[in-house]
Each structure stands twice: as C-alpha cells, then as structure tokens.
C-alpha cells in the first residue's frame, strides 16, 4: 500500500512525523480519512483522538487540542495546539480535569464559562481515549 507523510506540529515541537496509510481525524463536519493521494484540503480540527494508521493494524493515537489539518499532495500537516501521545498523558490529571468540568456544567453558577468548562471537559474526554 502507498503511504504518505505525516507530521504533527504544536508551537512548542514536532510530537510525529513519519510515514502512514491513513490518517483519521475529527474536522467541524465530523470525522474524516486521509490517504494517500487525497485531494488538497484544509480543516479545523475538533478537540478529539487523532489515528495515524503507520502500517497493517499499527497505529499511533494522541490527544489533539484543536488546530488546522492540510492535506497537499502525499503529505498531511497537523499543526494543532497541543497534541499529547499516550505516553505524555497523566491520566490521573486528566481524571480530575474531567470531574472539574463535569462538576462545573452541572452547577452553573451566574459567573461559570460555559464553553471553557465544555472545551475543558473536551481536552480531559481526548486524553482518556487516547490513553487507553
């Protein structure tokens, strides 16, 4: 099978690069598959999973936090704003993030930032997926 390259960027460093068959990620319209030879695109990414499909049934998840996802050619770009492998996440940290958000949502209180608590929430749900 052909492959392609992929690179995962963040402001502070590359968290992947390398060769995949496929890439599947969450756009605004729901998830999408890239492979090799995939028409031009850009897409913002929601906060979810993202899945590098490397070779056969190898993959690599990690936790992305937003972003943009171009596609050109037989190469795929993520810059995002945080992109965690599994072996970077805490999960008992994000436990307790998402029990923080859960427990925010469901008191709303007059001065409570509903969207940080979801985005919040959001990031925690990611980082657990993908730390299974």
Do not use: C, W
């Not at 936090?65 to 992109?83: Q, W």
Request: glycine share 6%.
């Amino acid at each position: 099978m052909s492959k392609m390259t992929v690179e995962v960027v963040t402001p502070e460093r590359v968290v992947y690069s390398g060769q995949a068959e496929m890439v599947i990620a969450r756009g605004l319209q729901g998830e999408i598959g890239i492979m090799p030879n995939h028409m031009p695109l850009v897409t913002p990414l929601k906060t979810a999973p993202v899945r590098i499909k490397t070779e056969g049934d190898k993959e690599v998840k990690m936790a992305v936090s937003g972003g943009f996802m171009e596609v050109r050619g037989d190469k795929v770009t993520i810059l995002a704003e945080t992109a965690e492998l599994p072996g970077d996440i805490d999960v008992e940290r994000a436990k307790a993030a998402r029990e923080r958000a859960e427990k925010r949502l469901t008191e709303k209180y007059a001065e409570l930032d509903v969207k940080r608590a979801e985005r919040a929430l959001q990031r925690a749900m990611a980082r657990l997926d993908v730390s299974k």
